[in-house]
């Protein structure tokens, strides 16, 4: 079965710092792999995703992500955290058509 | 657009009541879930309708029912709720048919529930 591991629940950086949110994940077949974002009381939103092709892939807001095979790791990064960034950031795996396994989150937390 | 509107934002159920959330997509979608979220569990797939009349379970059923009632829309039903039920209920749609590739799920904002 697929699955994602986000390491870390909770990071915490300061304004400006950069953001790095861990994610691993087991997959028998090669993996569509997705990052959401969840802002307070809000439903969630895509930032990424990576299907084919390309290993680093961008987002929206200044994210980004590569996808590592040979470490079966899809991190996210930023490299200049900003205030409006605080959210709880989700990792998921494709593990059929159209199905999503999410992991549990990270909540990141930025200090002026 | 309004994308994926759910119904309603909050409930609160006393044991053993029954109630219906209510889902419905504009984007001319295939593919609606369920989803449940609790602290530290991340999101949990209740039940997904892959297309028009056709619903499949998923990682957690027990307990829920639902209905794809067209392709708009896809309903959740607790037929009697009990205190673990208490939880956030995403719903989400994807898959307009144009690329044979995955298409991302794009969330409702949720129904908060409360199961006293």
């Known amino acids: 079965a697929q699955s994602v591991t986000q390491l870390g629940s909770h990071v915490s950086v300061s304004e400006g710092a950069l953001v790095l949110l861990r994610c691993n994940y087991s997959?028998?077949?090669?993996?569509?792999l997705f990052w959401y974002v969840q802002y307070p009381n809000q439903g969630l939103q895509l930032l990424l995703k990576y299907t084919t092709g390309a290993t680093l892939v961008k987002g929206i807001n200044g994210f980004e992500a590569e996808f590592k095979k040979s470490e079966t790791s899809f991190h996210l990064t930023k490299p200049s955290a900003h205030m409006s960034d605080a959210a709880e950031y989700f990792c998921a795996v494709s593990p059929g058509f159209q199905k999503l396994v999410f992991g549990t989150g990270t909540r990141l937390l930025v200090s002026p | 657009n309004a994308g994926v509107t759910q119904t309603p934002k909050f409930q609160v159920l006393k044991t053993g009541q029954s109630m219906t959330l209510q889902c419905a997509q504009d984007m001319n979608h295939n593919s609606m879930y369920w989803y449940r979220q609790d602290p530290g569990m991340g999101l949990r797939l209740i039940y997904y309708?892959?297309?028009?009349?056709?619903?499949d379970k998923g990682e957690v059923p027990n307990g829920y029912n639902v209905s794809r009632l067209n392709k708009r829309e896809f309903s959740l039903r607790l037929e009697s709720a009990a205190p673990s039920q208490t939880s956030v209920y995403f719903c989400a749609s994807s898959g307009d048919g144009r690329s044979p590739m995955y298409n991302e799920q794009f969330f409702g904002p949720g129904t908060r529930l409360t199961v006293l």
């Open positions: 997959s028998s077949v090669p993996p569509y």
């Open positions: 309708s892959a297309s028009e009349g056709t619903t």
